[in-house]
């Protein structure tokens, strides 16, 4: 693969989109130009970022650029998890079945359910009175 050529997967969860493009390189990970640590407090998210790389054993070989938008820190660090799997299949085939094995490649069909008119909230309806 050249240096300058770059892979591209895309991922959603929820609301959110993750543009991602892989190269080969030194393990850089930035999401939107900034670093993983920086840019998600949590170590939960920051497992999820990292996870599709440790699965397929190619950390610190790859170079990881994140374009993240929409919904929240949660559906992006999913819709990342997502983009890279797809990524790296791209780049290599044979990293299917180990990313399928873990549920790497699997998008997440949940979304908020919406608010119906007359209740609270989606499911939140008026407390009820017998008397």
Do not use: H
């Amino acid at each position: 693969m050249a240096e300058d050529k770059y892979i591209w997967g895309t991922g959603r969860r929820k609301n959110a989109l993750a543009r991602v493009r892989i190269c080969t390189g030194t393990g850089e990970v930035k999401i939107n130009g900034r670093e993983v640590e920086e840019y998600f407090p949590r170590l939960v998210w920051q497992t999820q970022v990292y996870q599709a790389l440790k699965t397929a054993g190619v950390e610190g070989r790859v170079d990881v650029f994140v374009n993240a938008s929409g919904g929240g820190l949660t559906g992006q660090a999913g819709a990342v998890k997502l983009g890279i799997a797809r990524a790296l299949i791209k780049l290599n085939p044979d990293f299917r079945s180990a990313l399928k094995k873990e549920g790497l490649l699997t998008r997440d069909p949940r979304m908020v359910e919406r608010k119906k008119f007359g209740q609270k909230g989606a499911r939140g309806k008026r407390q009820y009175s017998k008397r």
